[in-house]
């Protein structure tokens, strides 16, 4: 089933972030805030706005992902591509992070 | 080369202090995003997907060694190590971080250049033949004329706030390299019977959602009336173009809703106007201009024939390097050099730190020094000595840049699509990489000969889809990736637009369909000279639908 997460580019540099269930913005989508129902939404969208109105992101977005197991797997294929990085360049973004990482 | 003014070293610092000013209240929070993005983006400043991405302007595609140096450098220091051409001459980081973004226009402008109009509905970067100053068939220089543009264009008030972008191209020869007719304005610089210089003059070309060939408003302009006209011009779009709705807003749907006559009419009555005022050309400023473009003084190496003819016989490899990737220069001892940055299974237009830096390095050398972004994402070395080829191959062979493909099937033009790009809907640097990895054998590729293949992410159309002989347009159709074919594009000085061949492919079927359309082509062809254009312009789309649908069904 799908359900919904915040996303946004961080204001300074750009990078592709997702809000925390702890109310920061994390790098990666692991342990982003999970809205399950319409007023968990509304919160999230809440969230965005004031996310925008005190200038720590931008571009703030909510998207559609799904649970597999305890990975978050965003619907779309754009929202996969910022999650990971570009696909022809596996060396960039967050997908080389994570080897780097491993 | 154009070497800045005073006036112009003096603007362009003041910008790059004004900007440094705005992203530091930005980051401040005494800008918000919404006061912000229209400064940024006048900057050349966007968001793509996965970070900032800064366009830097290379006007009319012309480039120092020392000014490739500069763009190498800030691929290293602030960047992810290289940098991406595009279809407009132009070169995108795709990693900037915004704070840096005033350092890296610093740099910059240390080396007379900016990123100024690069975004924003104003005129933006005019383009040129890449070829300018060196092609054999060339009439005459069309970058003086595209420099005159750029600084009356440049931060021009009354042109600041267009209905939307305006771009115009200049080419100098017949032979349109520059796709003039498929831009907003487009200038085909000529002589009259009297031996003038002057400008065939095309309006209202475009790609984008809504294609359209350009239509001739002029036959003959002279060059003293280059800005006068082209004021008029815009003045008539900015007047009367759509400002209610953002996809009706370019001139092309302007010209078209209004009609060739009638806007024709409009642009001389407002010509008549203002012909005769300041904005005229006094030839004393266009040979000013001239100046900074003079042809290099060229020593005379007549030796190179013979060597070469003994290097291509010891050299298949690089033989087919000279036959593909080298063209007639107007000084018989020299020659135009393509440098393809499209390897095999590569990503069209990009290139590494390293490899600017090589191709700075070879131009400072066997190039007098100078250097082109070609519209068709390649480099160009326009002088090198026919003497001096082997080894600029060689060195351009250190680093993967001498692949022998200009103008073949693999020579594909890729926007930056769905991997990076905020706007795409679909890949397309994927699909142009296996399109090349299936075509890449030499031997297949140059028996199928030219064959111009560009691939769009979106309908915004930066790939050049429309005027592909084959172009590819990739969609999100019900989540997933499809690529809608078509064929019979063209944008040189017979422009058309491709035909739609139907029903789109999935990204899994697409190389197949490619493949399918170029084997047709091969079965049906009178002989080797006729190129996949002029077979389709022979035959029409039928016999590749037939193939195309047919095979597909049969598969089914």
């Known amino acids: 089933m799908s359900v919904k997460v915040l996303t946004a580019n961080r204001l300074a540099d750009g990078e592709v972030v997702w809000l925390g269930a702890n109310g920061e913005w994390l790098e990666h989508i692991d342990g982003a805030l999970i809205a399950r129902h319409a007023e968990a939404v509304n919160a999230l969208e809440e969230a965005g706005k004031s996310a925008i109105k005190s200038n720590l992101v931008i571009d703030v977005n909510v998207i559609d992902v799904e649970e597999r197991g305890t990975d978050l797997f965003p619907v779309r294929l754009r929202e996969r591509i910022r999650q ?10 967050k997908q080389a992070e994570k080897s780097k990482a491993a | 080369m154009y070497r800045y003014d005073e006036f112009d070293h003096a603007f362009v610092s003041a910008r790059v202090e004004q900007f440094k000013d705005q992203v530091e209240r930005r980051l401040a929070g005494e800008l918000t995003e919404e006061q912000f993005r229209p400064l940024r983006l006048m900057n050349g400043v966007y968001l793509q997907l996965h970070a900032y991405m800064l366009r830097v302007a290379v006007p009319y595609g012309t480039l120092s060694s020392r000014q490739m140096h500069k763009l190498a450098h800030i691929a290293r ?3 992810r190590g290289y940098g991406h051409f595009t279809t407009r001459q132009n070169i995108q980081y795709n990693w900037p971080a915004l704070k840096d973004i005033p350092a890296v226009l610093d740099e910059l402008a240390s080396v007379e250049m900016h990123a100024l109009q690069t975004s924003g509905n104003c005129i933006r970067n005019v383009t040129a033949d890449h070829f300018a100053g060196a092609a054999a068939d060339e009439v005459g220089d069309p970058r003086p004329y595209a420099e005159i543009l750029r600084q ?50 095309y309006v209202g070309g475009g790609q984008g959602r809504t294609p ?19 004021t008029a011009i815009v003045r008539v779009y900015n007047l009367n173009g759509r400002r209610d709705n953002k996809y009706k807003a370019r001139i092309k749907i302007l010209v078209h809703e209004t009609g060739t006559e ?86 069209p237009g990009d290139a590494t730190d390293a490899q600017m830096d090589l191709v700075a390095d070879i131009a400072e050398k066997f190039s ?55 706007l795409a809907t679909a890949r397309s640097i994927p699909v142009a990489q296996r399109i090349s990895e299936r075509f ?20 915004n159309a930066c790939g050049h889809h429309h005027v592909g002989h084959i172009g590819i347009l990739g969609v999100e159709k019900k989540g997933e990736e499809l690529y809608q074919i078509s064929l019979g594009g063209s944008g040189d000085e017979i422009c058309t637009i491709g035909d739609i061949t139907g029903r789109g492919f999935s990204s899994e079927e697409i190389v197949d369909a490619i493949e399918t359309i170029v084997d047709r082509y091969l079965e049906i062809r009178t002989d080797k000279e006729e190129t996949f254009l002029a077979t389709y312009r022979r035959v029409g789309a039928a016999p590749f639908k037939d193939a195309l649908y047919s095979e597909v069904a049969n598969a089914a």
């Open chain 2, 77 to 79: 220091r602030y960047d």
């Open chain 2, 368 to 422: 007098y020094d100078e250097i082109r972004v070609s519209h068709e994402q390649n480099l160009v070395l326009p002088h090198v000595a026919i003497a001096d080829l082997r080894i600029v191959y060689d060195l351009l062979l250190t680093d993967g840049l001498a692949t022998a493909n200009a103008g073949l099937i693999t020579d594909i033009i890729s926007c930056p699509g769905l991997d990076y790009c905020a």
């Open chain 2, 440 to 459: 890449g054998n030499p031997e297949r590729q140059a028996d199928i000969g030219e064959l111009k293949l560009k691939i769009s992410g979106c309908i």
């Open chain 2, 262 to 347: 009638e806007i024709t009419r409009q642009i001389e009555t407002e010509w008549q106007a203002i012909k005769e005022t300041d904005l005229k050309l006094p030839q004393q400023d266009v040979d000013a201009i001239d100046a900074y473009f003079a042809p290099p003084n060229l020593v005379q190496r007549p030796e190179g024939w013979s060597e070469l003819a003994a290097a291509r016989k010891a050299d298949p490899a690089f033989s087919a390097w000279v036959d593909q990737n080298v063209t007639p220069h107007k000084n018989p001892d020299y020659g135009v050099v393509t440098i393809s940055l499209k390897p095999i299974g590569g990503i």
């Open chain 2, 212 to 230: 359209m060939v350009a239509k001739k408003v002029r036959d003959f302009l002279p060059v003293e009336d280059l800005l006068t006209y082209t």
């Open chain 1, 84 to 93: 990971l990085g570009p696909t022809i360049r596996l060396d960039l973004g």
């Open chain 2, 152 to 201: 009356w264009s440049s931060m021009h008030p009354e042109f600041s706030y267009l209905p939307r972008k305006f771009k115009i191209a200049v080419t100098g020869a017949d032979r349109d390299r520059a796709a003039i007719q498929v831009h907003d304005i487009g200038l085909h610089l000529k002589k009259n019977e009297s031996g003038e210089l002057g400008f065939g003059v």
